[in-house]
């Protein structure tokens, strides 16, 4: 998947519980893989709907809006 702007490929979603916090990830044969340096805290769940940011460019929108590469 990749951003419909700039065409990244890396991601991150804020923390529903703590706006300040950050999860960033990316997706591979449709699957969201957080990266190897995430903390032991959860993860928030990504869904369809869920407030996605592209790690590159000013693009954000709901996780579904991502480009299939």
């Given at each position: 998947m990749e951003c419909p702007l700039c065409g990244c490929q890396e991601f991150f979603v804020k923390d529903p519980d703590d706006a300040f916090e950050t999860h960033e990830f990316s997706v591979a044969a449709g699957e969201v893989r957080f990266a190897a340096d995430a903390e032991a805290a959860p993860a928030p769940?990504?869904?369809?709907?869920?407030?996605?940011?592209?790690?590159?460019?000013?693009?954000?929108?709901?996780f579904k809006e991502l480009k299939n590469n």
């Open positions: 769940a990504v869904l369809e709907a869920t407030e996605t940011f592209c790690n590159r460019c000013s693009w954000h929108g709901t």
